[in-house]
């Protein structure tokens, strides 16, 4: 198999200054952001929550899918999907995000998905918690790590494989992972996984594997390319680098008033405006607290509470905006003490960017 | 109401040579494209069909939403949704484009939505014709533009309006416009016009306006923005322009092989490879032939059917692949004669690009 005609391709360095390339246009175009007028809304309209697929999509037909649990367990398992559905069922609404959400504010910027802010949504996810499913496939005592591999398969930097993801028996103790066969009221969708994925409540969305063909119990740590080399934090390029987990605190605001089509700047009319968001952390930490910037100090808004514990906040802030040009900003703390800093710091590839939101915002002047 | 603030954001010129703008990005982010490995399919998954707002998606409760039916009508109407769900009931798959698709691949570019090849998508309609609607409102003789009212608002070059667009009595007795509240099966998703829109087959998708609140017989034409101004193919800016209608032949290669993450490009292994896609045209003109260029000659691919009269035509297409890199390209004729040409031609807003689809494809060579 000869790698190396693609692997060029990842050594370019990203266009800097407000530039983008033609490859990262084209990954703009595949993958979809969230409508940011949907932040006043708990649950993310199907259709309308962020998607970021490494590789094609894969449609796979429901009747033929398997999950098949296999490696150091002592009672290995095939199960239809009809086996899965017919576990305990739950419903849980869960907040994803992308590990690379804000990395066009990450300066300089590296060559890959330019997210701006859009890389979140919150659906309420259908399936089965999955910690006795594990249980039932006896593990062995010495297993490290449970691999989740996925269906999809392709290319990154050169190396060729199918995405997967593992998580160590601690994790599976200390964090409630589903398998997940619907959402939002609905079969999954195939963009979103389907037949099969998992969902891991509180970290960044590379650890909720879509299209799940196996669970696999080793005895050694995983070191599949997704786990070992990508979604580590960096700042330099060939430094190990440190695993991606939990969410980092943020907050975004629900854009107000109109917007310009092309721009997206909006227009308000002068007077009383209900600013309004969603501010989320990792872990199921609760938001403790969101302030806006607004007429050049920090007011704290009021939260006006979660659909569900691993679930993003809202919150809402009366404003009195005045005729002129404005730049509101939002910044949530947790209750562990995190928040969200104004700028962000750097990483190679620009994973984990929390720095506030800013909105452009043009009041109207009625005397005008 | 002072419009000027948002003005001169559409006075820049288009970043050239492969570089994008912040504003483009930002577009591309929010708006959505198909993801082409579902075009083996002939109904796009729901949430992967294109997504092109102008404004901001209104979130409208279906129990509030009414349509009203004024102007030159003398026997006007108001319906709510029971009322109208209350109709015969019709479903229809039928391909939608974006009259901007493509226009990344025109220069010198404009400042709009930078689509590539993903402003396309085909679902099930789910609705009611529109023509007996209109007959029952009893029109007057002299109606010249039936003006289809939509409930989102914005700026457009410093213009505020709520997004409105028209169709003649003679475009009414011509063209299957249907009323539509659902898609593949469910109810409308309010990107996608909820709880009520149009839509207007074998036109592109400007017309088929979502969010639908009015349908106002004019006696005169209608001026609005979106019509008189927006929509018109220009090769001066300061032209009248041709109001743009029906959607070019046009087709798309499903990418074959598995992708590079991020360059999207594809790796394939030797030997026979059935190329497959979609090929559309517009009006109901049925697609006549699809070429492929491969190994620098072009040949005939298979059709494989249409879902509907309005909705694209499957193609596939058995190909050798042998070691080495190729340029892989297709290229649809409808049964009026019309085909694609090679290279887009110049309009000043990239509107009706339909050049034909290029795919660059490695095919591995086992001796490597």
Chains 1, 2 share one sequence.
Request: charged share 20%; with cysteine; hydrophobic share 40%.
């Amino acid at each position: 198999m000869n790698i190396n005609p693609f692997h060029p391709d990842f050594e370019k360095p990203a266009t800097t200054d407000g530039l983008f390339s033609r490859d990262e246009l084209r990954l703009a175009n595949r993958n979809s952001g969230i409508l940011l007028e949907t932040l006043n809304l708990d649950i993310t309209p199907t259709g309308a929550h962020y998607l970021l697929n490494h590789f094609d999509v894969p449609v796979i037909a429901d009747d033929d899918h398997q999950l098949t649990l296999n490696g150091a367990f002592d009672a290995p398992l095939t199960l239809s999907m009809d086996d899965i559905r017919a576990m305990p069922q739950v419903t849980e609404a869960v907040t994803l995000e992308c590990a690379g959400n804000g990395r066009e504010g990450v300066s300089p910027r590296s060559h890959l998905m330019p997210w701006m802010y859009e890389a979140v949504g919150t659906s309420e996810w259908i399936g089965t918690p999955l910690a006795p499913l594990l249980e039932r496939a006896k593990p062995h005592d010495n297993v490290q790590d449970y691999v989740f591999h996925g269906a999809d398969f392709g290319f990154d930097k050169g190396h060729p494989h199918n995405f997967a993801r593992s998580l160590t028996p601690q994790d599976i103790a200390e964090l409630d992972v589903m398998l997940v066969w619907g959402m939002n009221g609905q079969p999954l969708l195939p963009q979103h996984g389907a037949p099969l994925r998992i969902i891991v409540p509180g970290w960044y969305g590379m650890a909720s594997v879509k299209w799940l063909t196996g669970i696999e119990a080793l005895t050694t740590r995983f070191d599949g390319y997704q786990q070992a080399h990508g979604y580590h934090y960096r700042t330099v390029a060939d430094e190990p680098g440190v695993p991606i987990t939990r969410i980092l605190v943020k907050s975004l605001i629900r854009p107000p008033g109109v917007p310009d089509w092309v721009s997206r700047k909006r227009w308000v009319e002068a007077g009383k405006i209900t600013l309004e968001g969603r501010a989320w952390s990792g872990g199921g930490v609760p938001i403790a607290k969101v302030e806006v910037l607004a007429d050049s100090q920090w007011q704290e808004a009021e939260l006006t509470g979660a659909p569900g514990r691993y679930a993003w906040t809202g919150w809402r802030f009366d404003w009195q905006a005045k005729p002129g040009d404005h730049v509101l900003k939002c910044r949530a703390t947790d209750a562990e003490g995190n928040t969200q800093p104004m700028e962000s710091a750097f990483d190679v590839a620009g994973f984990g960017n929390n720095s506030v939101h800013s909105i452009d915002v043009h009041v109207d002047d009625p005397a005008v």
